[in-house]
């Protein structure tokens, strides 16, 4: 039933060893979000794509990328993950306005 | 810009009472407002959404929350608190970004915590 996958569930990474976090959907939604949350805030959007148009957010360090090769997967580049970098990763999709649908995160350590 | 304040980080009742969290909102056009619930180390999962027409929105777990434009509010409230109903909640809302492109930009969360 799962909709949104995200895979791993939890990732740990060493201090600036390049890492990549997967996501796929099931639902054939044209926009896909990926969101960074740290502990007790909100969730932050990096970036999305509506179909294959990138959307960057203004405020997302050049060390965050992604990239879409089709419409059931994204995937969450970080090259040079920081400690800063350490949080929840979330992705999501959506086809209507403002209905996200979320998958369950990917947890990132940075050792 | 549009942007959401969310008062209160942490709400606590006791089982059976009044669950009523706050949320304004600030935005240059109508909004769309949403309700999010997040569980610990899970997703986001929605609770309700308001986009038009009626302004009392009902949800999913006995939520529901009121549109008041003229109070810039959306506020979330559930009669009676179940211990299941711990979690954060975080207000949400719609930010367009060119064409039909929607984002959504999310308040700081309410931790709720119910006490039996």
């Known amino acids: 039933d799962a909709m949104v996958i995200q895979n791993p569930r939890y990732q740990v990474t060493q201090f600036g060893k390049p890492v990549t976090l997967s996501c796929s959907q099931t639902l054939n939604h044209n926009v896909m979000y990926w969101y960074q949350q740290k502990s007790s805030q909100a969730p932050k959007l990096l970036f999305h794509?509506?179909?294959?148009?990138?959307?960057n957010e203004a405020d997302t360090p050049d060390n965050f990328q992604s990239r879409r090769p089709n419409t059931s997967f994204c995937f969450l580049d970080i090259r040079s993950p920081g400690l800063g970098d350490a949080a929840m990763y979330l992705c999501a999709t959506s086809r209507d306005v403002g209905k996200l649908f979320f998958g369950s995160g990917t947890q990132l350590s940075v050792l | 810009a549009q942007s959401v304040t969310q008062l209160g980080s942490h709400v606590s009742v006791s089982e059976g009472a009044l669950v009523l969290l706050r949320c304004n909102y600030s935005?240059?056009?109508?909004?769309?407002l949403f309700w999010y619930v997040q569980y610990p180390n899970q997703g986001l999962q929605l609770l309700l959404k308001?986009?038009?027409?009626?302004?009392l929105v009902k949800g999913i777990n006995g939520f529901e929350a009121e549109f008041k434009k003229s109070e810039t509010s959306f506020h979330l409230t559930k009669p009676s608190a179940h211990m299941s109903d711990a979690a954060e909640y975080f207000c949400a809302v719609n930010t367009r970004s060119g064409g039909s492109n929607y984002k959504l930009t999310f308040g700081k969360g309410t931790l709720l915590t119910v006490n039996p």
């Open positions: 308001y986009t038009t027409g009626a302004t």
């Open positions: 794509y509506y179909d294959k148009d990138f959307n």
């Open positions: 935005s240059s056009v109508p909004p769309y």
